[in-house]
């Protein structure tokens, strides 16, 4: 688990511009009081936005998701978040530069269907506070 832990910490640092601004969008609870985390690790995978109360995780694809094999790695992580019990919306780096209200209006979107307000974050994982 920590090798997960380490490899999400590399990746924070590191972040494309697009997940920046994403990042900006979601962090501080700015998005209707949601409480996302990035780069945060779920079971081996560490995923580039979750917010644990609403069980979504917002993945963002940049050019290198285009290929058949990658599109074969997506799909298999997928199932396997779906299995955890999370959504998953994928949105592109296009997306988030060129409509970014309309992927806030996706991700809230998502949210609606699965629970009308946030829950405490200790009522979901355990953690006071995250």
């Avoid at 910490?9 to 962090?27: C, G, K, M, V």
């Amino acid at each position: 688990m920590e090798r997960f832990r380490s490899r999400a910490r590399a990746l924070r640092s590191s972040q494309t511009s697009a997940e920046a601004r994403l990042w900006y969008l979601l962090r501080g609870r700015r998005l209707a009081d949601w409480k996302f985390r990035r780069q945060h690790p779920i079971g081996r995978h560490v995923v580039d936005f979750v917010t644990m109360a609403g069980r979504l995780v917002v993945e963002v694809d940049g050019a290198t998701h285009g290929s058949d094999a990658e599109r074969a790695h997506d799909a298999q992580r997928t199932e396997i978040l779906r299995s955890l019990g999370f959504h998953i919306l994928r949105v592109s780096n296009t997306d988030i530069y060129e409509n970014l209200a309309g992927v806030a209006e996706a991700i809230l979107r998502e949210l609606a269907i699965g629970r009308s307000s946030p829950l405490p974050e200790g009522e979901v994982d355990g953690e006071a506070g995250g």
